[in-house]
């Protein structure tokens, strides 16, 4: 189904604010004017149908968030969207209820095969997965639609039982493991209406490309399906790659000016390596410390400073991808309940998960990639909320900084950590 017939099949979208309408006749390439903050706009002010507009309602969901407001008019008349915005503002919705929309808007096709989705989520890791999916349920309650996911470390034959029981509408699946679904012939993708690639530049980096490319090969072409790209970070490279799988896409962009999340007031204490410990554990026993993710580069260092951390008497949990799947899970519950002070995660947990209430996030190595540290400090300071991040630079890490500094587009301002949070006595 060509990009024209895909806008054709659906009622034209009615918005009850001047200018965007009009905005989407104009050359769809270009990026959306982002100048001006967007309209506030009540959900029930938009043609949704009313399966999805009552699930928001439920979800206490009134108005749209900016990225919401920029993106849904033009991915819920079919256009392919590139979608841009901080992290925490919403984009996971943003997507959501386009799927849902398109999916209802059209009947399944007559012929169908278990196996066959009609939408594609793909994301990065297992967890960001599972969230979505869980959203998806929320988003979709009184769908009538299928969701499914699928993702490594978890059994494969209850995965595959699963998804034959009944016919797939959206597939919310990691990279790796849909591949072997497809390899098997256990899924196709040659009837995909939309494909939704979330955390886009991490899924379209040098350490996910090929997997991410075949997928797209598996899927109908360009033109004959809908593409909806999100992220709060995109590089030149990651943009181009992006474009030249999407249909005249439309770039939507929020506050480009602030790249990280203007919601979180950000630290960098200048220390040595041997500060970094003690540093840490007076910080996370401050009484205003309340939920705080501690994120290092490697595994190693990780789980060395877990145990450091469980030796000391700290309730921590530990997440990196060496961890099985379901440990992984009831360690994040564990810290969503709050029966966890501290989560100490490699990036793994750096990308799109959402925990209520964490206060501050804690930078104990200076991530490799700028972007990783704007993804890592957006896990606080979320849906309208405040947070901290405090990110520690010693000699062995001070030298990427610049680089953040860059893509951050303004200088940190660098500083000795207080005295008070400076005793040794741990
Ligand atoms: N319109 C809305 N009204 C109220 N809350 C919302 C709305 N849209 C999203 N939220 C809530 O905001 C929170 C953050 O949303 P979400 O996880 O989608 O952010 P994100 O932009 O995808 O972040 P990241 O870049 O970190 O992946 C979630 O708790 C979500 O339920």
């Not at 033009?74 to 849902?100: C, E, M, P, R």
């Not at 066959?116 to 969230?131: F, G, K, S």
């Not at 949990?317 to 564990?334: F, W």
Request: charged fraction near 25%; aromatic fraction near 6%.
């Amino acid at each position: 189904m060509c990009l024209l017939l895909r806008m054709c099949t659906k009622p034209p979208l009615i918005l009850n604010f001047s200018g965007t309408t009009n905005a989407m006749s104009d050359d769809t390439h270009s990026a959306v004017p982002s100048d001006k903050p967007a309209p506030k706009i009540a959900f029930s002010t938009l043609d949704l149908s009313s399966q999805v507009a009552r699930a928001l309602a439920d979800m206490g969901f009134e108005h749209c968030s900016p990225i919401q407001a920029k993106s849904l008019p033009y991915s819920l008349s079919g256009h392919d969207v590139l979608g841009k915005a901080q992290t925490g503002t919403g984009k996971t919705a943003a997507f959501l209820i386009a799927v849902f929309e398109d999916l209802l808007r059209q009947p399944a096709p007559e012929e169908r095969f278990a196996g066959e989705p009609r939408a594609l989520v793909i994301a990065p890791t297992r967890e960001l997965v599972m969230q979505i999916a869980k959203d998806a349920a929320a988003i979709g309650k009184y769908a009538g639609l299928s969701v499914q996911t699928l993702v490594g470390g978890m059994d494969f034959n209850k995965q595959m039982q699963a998804l034959h029981g009944q016919f797939v509408d959206i597939l919310v699946a990691t990279p790796g493991r849909l591949l072997d679904f497809c390899e098997r012939r256990e899924v196709y993708l040659d009837q995909l209406e939309i494909l939704v690639i979330d955390e886009a530049d991490r899924m379209l980096d040098m350490g996910f490309i090929p997997q991410v490319k075949r997928i797209v090969r598996l899927a109908p072409r360009k033109t004959h399906r809908q593409t909806l790209l999100f992220s709060a970070t995109f590089s030149d490279d990651v943009l181009r790659l992006a474009e030249s799988w999407m249909f005249e896409p439309v770039s939507v962009e929020i506050e480009p000016e602030t790249v990280a999340t203007d919601s979180v007031e950000q630290f960098i204490y200048m220390v040595s390596g041997d500060e970094k410990l003690p540093l840490l554990c007076n910080l996370i026993s401050m009484p205003d410390v309340k939920n705080v993710m501690i994120f290092a580069n490697r595994r190693d260092q990780c789980r060395t400073l877990y145990e450091r951390l469980r030796k000391q008497g700290y309730k921590v949990g530990l997440l990196s991808g060496e961890i099985p799947q379901g440990k992984r899970v009831k360690t994040l519950e564990a810290f969503k309940e709050g029966s966890l002070q501290a989560l100490v995660a490699t990036d793994v947990a750096g990308r799109g998960i959402h925990i209520d209430g964490v206060s501050h996030v804690v930078n104990y190595t200076l991530p490799e990639e700028p972007e990783d540290y704007v993804h890592r400090i957006g896990r606080t300071g979320r849906a309208g909320n405040t947070g901290q991040s405090i990110s520690f630079a010693c000699e062995d890490d001070a030298f990427r900084l610049p680089a953040i500094e860059e893509l951050l587009g303004r200088k940190l301002k660098c500083e000795l950590p207080p005295e008070h949070l400076l005793n040794y006595d741990n």
